[in-house]
C-alpha cells in the first residue's frame, strides 16, 4: 500500500510531475483545494485534487504515475476521497472524460459499486479544419462592419468589458496564466465597435489537432468567420494542424455545434460519478 498524506508547498516539487499547469496553478491559490498524495518509500506515485465546498466534494484531478498503475494506487485515493465524504457527511462527485466504455478510467469508475455512474451531457466532437475552411460558402456573412482581431490585440478596457460580461453570465474566461492558448488561434469578432463573438483556441491532445477552449457569441454569423478565419490559420501553421476539438457542453453549444460544424464527429462524452449520503 501507498502512504497517503496532504500535499503542502514543501511537498510540491517532488509532485510537480504528476500535476499538470492548471493543477498546480489551483493547488497554489484555491483555498478549497485540498491535495492528496500517495509515495511508495517517498517517491512520489499518485496524486488526488478535491475541491470542498459546503455540501460537496469534488474529486477534480486524479493521476498515478506511469510506473506505479495497475498497483490498486488510485483505488486507494478514491477510497480515501470517499471516507472523506461519510466522515463529514458530504456528496462526493467525480467528472471524467471519456472516448467510451471500455476505456481504463470509465472503467475504473464503473467498478466502484458505491458510485452512481451517468452522462452529465458533456460531449466533445472532432472536425475537419479543411471543411471550415468553406463555412462561410454555407453561410451568410455577417454582415458590413464586422472585422476580426487577434484576441490578444484587443486593448485592455475591451479585455476587461469582455472578462465582465462573461462574469455576469456565470462562464468561465480566458485564462492569462495558461501557456497552451494558440495566440494566432485566439480571435475577437468587433461588430460596431463592440465585441461581439470570441473564439479562444488551445493546444489539443494530439500533434494533428487543437482545441476550442472557449467560445462567446452574440452573433452567430460574427462566429462562423472566427471559425473559418482560425481554420485558414490553423492550417497555414508550420505544425500539421488538421481537426479541430470542441465540447458540448449544455444546450447552446450543441446547437452551435450542430450549425456550424455539421460534419463533426462525436469522439467522447462527459461523465459524473457520484457518491450520494
Known sequence: MAELFEITEKDLENFRPLLTERTEREFMTDPDILAVGAADRREACGAMLIRVSEDFLSLSYLVVADAYRRRGIATELLALAKEMAYKNEKVLIATFYSEGE?????????SDMELSLEPSGGEVYRASL???????????????????TRFDSLPEEEKEKFFAVCEEEGVRYFD??????????????????KVSAVLLTRKGNAEDEVFLDYVYSKDTLALAELLRKAAGVALSLPEK?????VASVNEESQKLITSLLPSAVRVGAYYSAELDM
Not at 102 to 110: G, K, L, V
Not at 130 to 148: A, E, F, H, Y
Not at 176 to 193: H, I, Q, R, V
Not at 241 to 245: A, G, N, S
Request: glycine share 6%; with cysteine; charged share 25%.
Open 102 to 110: 471500455e476505456t481504463a478510467i470509465y472503467r475504473f469508475f464503473q
Open 130 to 148: 479543411q471543411d471550415l475552411t468553406t463555412l462561410g460558402d454555407r453561410l451568410p456573412k455577417s454582415g458590413k462592419g464586422t472585422s476580426i
Open 241 to 245: 494542424v488538421r481537426y479541430l476539438r
Open 176 to 193: 492569462p496564466w495558461c501557456t497552451d492558448y494558440l495566440s494566432p488561434l485566439c480571435l475577437a469578432a468587433k461588430t460596431e465597435d
